[in-house]
């Protein structure tokens, strides 16, 4: 009787020890799925706000290439997009804020073009190889510490054609200009007028 009850004890003792196996591992699984699903929607956020900077760039690109010129084309310095009046703005550093109870980093950066065998690249192959037609944009978006990243060249092809026949607004205005108007750039030995602008003799 007693080896009957110590039989039925130590194979009550196995399956207790099989079964903190088994849940040891089952929580294990559990906590894995659930790192997961936590990666995934950080990933997916940060995905949705790169492509939102992604389509603004794009519009700037086609609306106002100009914005872009005058920025430092170097992989540190970081700029951000802001929305104002119904347009894109471009404001130095980094936008910092907090997005469905998570923080939120996101820039990109601009770079100069060369081009070898008619590929665009940023490493630096010489003046004759320099497109100064294209540019390297890079997105940075980090998602409490998720970061992800795209890269992409856009060209400038869109160019508009301006007559003017009046130039009595007189010197001073440089280009590029974003309006009509009658005013030129600084020059000399010239005469000008409302209708006509000519060389001096």
Do not use: C, H
């Not at 939102?52 to 519009?59: D, G, L, V």
């Not at 940023?122 to 990243?149: M, Q, R, S, W």
């Amino acid at each position: 009787m007693r080896t009957l009850k110590a039989q039925v004890l130590i194979e009550l003792l196995i399956v207790i020890g099989l079964f903190s196996i088994l849940a040891a591992g089952l929580a294990g699984v559990v906590s894995i799925s659930s790192k997961a699903k936590v990666t995934a929607s950080y990933i997916t956020q940060a995905r949705s706000l790169l492509q939102q900077y992604r389509e603004a760039i794009f519009t700037i690109s086609f609306n106002d290439w100009n914005k872009f010129e005058n920025l430092n084309k170097s992989s540190s310095s970081f700029y951000y997009l802001y929305s104002t009046s119904g347009s894109w703005e471009i404001n130095s550093g980094k936008e910092i804020f907090n997005f469905q109870e998570k923080n939120v980093e996101r820039y990109f950066y601009v770079e100069k073009v060369w081009r070898f065998n008619n590929i665009p690249t940023t490493t630096n192959y010489g003046d004759t190889n320099f497109d100064p037609a294209t540019l390297k944009f890079t997105i940075v978006v980090n998602v409490e510490n998720y970061k992800i990243t795209d890269e992409f060249f856009l060209t400038k092809w869109k160019n508009t054609s301006v007559f003017q026949s009046s130039w009595g607004g007189g010197p001073g205005v440089e280009g590029p200009l974003k309006f009509f108007s009658n005013y030129f750039s600084s020059s000399s030995n010239i005469k000008y007028d409302d209708e006509k602008i000519q060389l001096s003799k």
